[in-house]
């Protein structure tokens, strides 16, 4: 059989037509422009009035559409994020999807006691360390608010450690102008300088807004001077469903698209063609115990939504969730949502995809939980790729050799077998697919076992590239109080 | 209480409408004010706390229940004669310094106010000062207090310090919460009590002013 080069198909998740997009979008628009939205930074005031919104009751903001146009015609379709030594290991364009951890969490499960405990800065930087080591974990976050340091400084604290424990990108959370200001000084030490950062960056702030459509000037501080630097930005807000937001989906999206839009705007009024990760937060408020779930199959859909909304209207590259749950241990329920977050978000082809690795509503932090989610997003990408057909594949001799062959042969003997299979099988290694007695003989372990057993291994010895002198004395420098 | 039976279960089942009909049933059947509320408004949200404590219940439910007793008391208000006790207690709440979040807090004020407790809300971002002053003024039983952010629950100390100094921290009860605030973190910055969410804070506060 002479076979013709067929394409590969790469499975792909769609969940909004082009009508519910624009339609989603229209909605977005007339928020803007008849609720209008309630900006307290005097600069961001000032920038909007003159570029033609309405402002009336000293902060209340209208915004025409003609300026959403502007910043979605401004703004970069694409942009890379670099390793601490300057490659290219995140270009955020079109459906390429990059998975890492998340922020804030105020607990951590020890991983000697397994016990819920409030977490610290070495936290901060095992977490960073798991991350350098984990293959499918492409960007660390701080996973903790450290409780012995400074509570002013802890963003600046947790930043510090994290360069000191991981060269992949970081995507780092400030707390005003007056630390972000900090942390940009230390990452300028790592990149070898402002100019150096500005073409190489390896660092991402996330900033929110406050749902429903309230613009604090902490976070407008941030916004604006990420703007200036051209350090990348995403600025979304917590437009949960029946919590920040409507609860019905397509409100609760319309509602935090129209929040990310003011602050694309007001990005790219404060610097034209600067980098502006897209995308709301749009979970649920939990109508019993009130939380914001990270499990629930809300979130990932409205994600893959906008994913579609991406791909329809906006272009920008967005921001997603995974690998995260809502149970407290990491157990069933954990692995269940764990999964159904993490390859929906890549079948729907999310750019930025954190909070990897979070127990207990995003309250809790896991290092196990990682290290599991590392495994779901091999297992995912192995599915993601598709099916290749070709005449190597389709492999129709060796089907030949093997079932027209003289007794004894098995394909497991062909060579053709030995050349593929690491390639067309995916290759468990925290995964148990081992008979039973020789499972009962290694210990009878559960997941939640291998992973804080290979969590350890990687703690253990995994090496993290050390910093310079340089840079460790500039950062030590940087973090004395004055 | 079965003479209020209709009236408490339309508002267990949020049903304004019903529930509105009769209390002015009651009233026009001679029932006095202090008897509706307790026998029929009260008890209907003990019952609907109760079931949402359980879990049988969901959160938009319960505020349409709090919802409907607050249009009734409405309507039972011009009645209430001198020495009614209408209140379980004043409750003054806020979010502090530095934080804007007001979900959480709305929510705990919401349930508190269907519980029976008067509130007085002083909204968000509010200053230790501001809190000093109005406990001065509306002389609260509890002092409430929400932060979501790590970085601004050192407001909460930073409160409790100017009720200290304002000679006002012994007058009241300090109930805390919010995403980062933790039981232990009560204790170290001597809140009375710590609500991990709004269900809770409601027990909290009864405990702390001996209501069962």
């Not at chain 1, 939205?37 to 033609?52: C, I, P, R, S, T």
Request: with cysteine; proline share 4%; aromatic share 6%.
């Amino acid at each position: 059989m002479k076979q013709m080069e067929v394409p590969t198909f790469k499975p792909r998740l769609k969940v909004l037509n082009r009508e519910q997009a624009l339609a989603i979008h229209g909605a977005a628009l007339e928020i803007l422009q008849k609720t209008g939205f309630k900006m307290e930074h005097g600069g961001a005031l000032e920038m909007l009035a003159d570029a033609g919104c309405r402002v009336s009751d000293k902060d209340r903001v209208s915004m025409p559409a003609k300026l959403v146009e502007e910043a979605l015609t401004s703004a970069p379709k694409q942009f890379a994020l670099y390793d601490q030594k300057g490659n290219e290991v995140i270009m955020l364009a079109d459906g390429n999807y990059y998975y890492g951890t998340g922020s804030d969490a105020t607990f951590t499960i020890d991983l000697d006691t397994g016990e819920r405990r409030r977490a610290v800065l070495k936290d901060v930087g095992n977490f960073a360390r798991l991350v350098d080591g984990l293959e499918n974990i492409n960007f660390a976050m701080s996973m903790s608010n450290p409780e012995d340091v400074p509570v002013a400084d802890i963003y600046l604290h947790a930043f510090a450690e994290m360069v000191k424990n991981t060269s992949k990108p970081i995507l780092f959370i400030a707390d005003s102008g007056r630390d972000i200001a900090k942390i940009y000084q230390i990452a300028c030490l790592v990149a070898g300088g402002e100019k150096e950062l500005q073409q190489k960056p390896f660092i991402l702030n996330y900033s929110e807004a406050i749902s429903p459509l309230r613009f604090p000037e902490n976070v407008m501080e941030k916004l604006i001077f990420c703007a200036q630097k051209k350090i990348p930005i995403c600025l979304p807000s917590g437009s949960n469903a029946g919590g920040g937001a409507p609860v019905t989906l397509g409100g609760a999206m319309a509602l935090g698209i129209a929040e990310n839009l003011v602050g694309l705007v007001v990005h790219q009024l404060a610097g034209k063609g600067s980098p502006f990760l897209f995308g709301p937060n749009v979970s649920t408020l939990d109508m019993k115990s009130s939380v914001v779930s990270y499990g629930c199959p809300e979130w990932s859909l409205t994600q893959a939504a906008l994913a579609d909304m991406r791909d329809e209207l906006y272009g920008l590259p967005i921001w997603a969730y995974a690998g995260a749950t809502d149970a407290k241990v990491m157990d069933a329920q954990a692995g269940a949502e764990a999964m159904f977050s993490i390859i929906t978000a890549m079948l729907s082809r999310a750019n930025i995809i954190h909070d990897v690795g979070f127990l207990e509503y995003g309250n809790t932090s896991s290092l196990e939980m990682v290290t599991m989610a590392n495994e779901l997003i091999a297992m995912s990408r192995f599915f993601t790729e598709g099916i290749t057909v070709n005449e190597d594949t389709l492999a129709l001799e060796v089907t030949e050799r093997v079932a027209g062959g003289g007794p004894g042969s098995i394909f497991l003997m062909d060579d053709h077998t030995f050349e593929h299979f690491m390639q067309a099988q995916f290759l468990p290694k925290l995964i148990d697919r081992s008979r039973y007695d020789t499972w009962e003989g290694a210990g009878a372990t559960d997941l939640y076992q291998r992973c804080n057993a290979e969590a350890r291994r990687m703690l253990s010895e995994h090496q993290v590239e050390p910093k310079s002198s340089e840079v460790l004395e500039g950062i030590a420098r940087i973090l004395t109080p004055h | 209480m079965s003479e209020f039976q209709v009236l408490s279960e339309a508002v267990i089942k949020g049903d304004v409408n019903t529930a509105l009909a009769e209390t002015r049933k009651a009233l026009d059947a001679g029932s006095n004010a202090q008897e509706i509320l307790d026998n029929g408004l009260i008890t209907a949200m003990n019952e609907v706390g109760d079931k949402f404590s359980k879990g049988l219940l969901f959160v938009p439910q319960m505020l349409r229940s709090a919802k409907v007793m607050q249009e009734c008391t409405k309507t039972l208000q011009p009645f209430f004669q001198e020495g009614d006790v209408t209140s379980k207690g004043k409750v003054l709440i806020g979010t502090v310094k530095g934080d804007l979040h007001d979900i959480g807090k709305n929510l705990v004020s919401m349930m508190l106010e269907g519980a029976g407790f008067t509130i007085v809300d002083l909204g968000v971002d509010v200053h230790p000062d501001k809190f000093a002053e109005k406990t001065g003024e509306v002389k609260p039983d509890i002092v409430a207090m929400s932060a979501l952010l790590s970085t601004t629950m050192p407001s909460m100390p930073q409160t409790i310090e100017a009720l200290q100094k304002a000679k006002l921290r012994d007058s009241v009860k300090i109930m805390i919460g919010g995403a980062p605030v933790t039981e232990k973190y009560a204790r170290e910055i001597k809140a009375d009590a710590y609500g991990s969410d709004a269900g809770t804070a409601v027990n909290k506060a009864k405990s702390l002013l001996g209501i069962d």
